[in-house]
């Protein structure tokens, strides 16, 4: 399959600083991405989907200006953390389509995030 | 809101096939049906899709009922390495389309 890398795999930052975690499409152009949060037991839950050239488009509840997405090039999409607390603390994943007709999504290995 | 509802927890022997159930009543005619597994602190895993036909891969089959209101994952030899959550979404078909999460099932293969 399609290979989808997060960078970094796992990150501790100080509260009030930001993080940014980078999705990259391997080995195909993607020009949708999808960013989810999962906390511990819990499901996924799809925070924003990100368009290459465009604003991305977040879910209800999920503050844009927090979680600011950047999905600038087909094979790139860069979420950042602003002003990060520990509730941010939470298991970031990204997952990539090839190209239009595209029916699997492939996802990163996620990032583990915990604020301090 | 995920569509789809599956039993929270199951288990089977190593060896033997595991058979995974997923309810999804109200799918609608253009919705595929994905199945995904996620082994722990890991990203979701791409195992199988499908729309009306039942369908196989290397990994599993998918058996979808004639009224399209329920499918069954099956891994025909389970090992310990299958064991993960298996989520069980339905989409419509095509890029762009969000993949909506629900519960899932935690399966356990017993040695």
């Known amino acids: 399959g399609a290979v989808v890398s997060q960078h970094p795999s796992w990150v501790i930052c100080k509260s009030g600083t930001s993080v940014k975690i980078e999705c990259r499409s391997l080995d195909f152009q993607a020009t949708t991405m999808f960013w989810y949060r999962q906390f511990p037991k819990q499901s996924l839950m799809l925070m924003a989907t990100s368009n290459e050239g465009s604003k991305a488009t977040y879910e209800q509840g999920v503050e844009k200006d927090k979680f600011l997405i950047n999905h600038a090039s087909l094979t790139l999409s860069t979420l950042t953390v602003t002003s990060a607390h520990p509730e941010d603390s939470s298991f970031y994943i990204c997952s990539a389509e090839r190209g239009t007709g595209g029916f699997e999504a492939f996802f990163g290995q996620g990032t583990r995030l915990t604020v301090v | 809101d995920a569509k789809t509802t599956q039993p929270p927890s199951m288990d089977c022997a190593e060896g033997r096939a595991a058979n995974l159930p997923c309810n999804h009543s109200t799918i609608s005619g253009n919705e595929y049906v994905y199945w995904y597994r996620q082994i722990h602190s890991q990203g979701p895993q791409y195992i199988i899709h499908?729309?009306?036909n039942n369908e196989t891969n290397e990994m599993a089959s998918l058996i979808i009922t004639e009224d399209r209101k329920s499918s069954t994952l099956i891994l025909p030899h389970a090992t310990l390495r299958d064991t993960a959550v298996y989520y069980c979404?339905?989409?419509?078909?095509?890029?762009?389309?969000?993949?909506?999460f629900g519960s899932g099932t935690r399966l356990l293969v017993r040695p």
């Open positions: 499908g729309l009306k």
């Open positions: 979404i339905v989409r419509v078909g095509g890029s762009s389309y969000k993949l909506i």
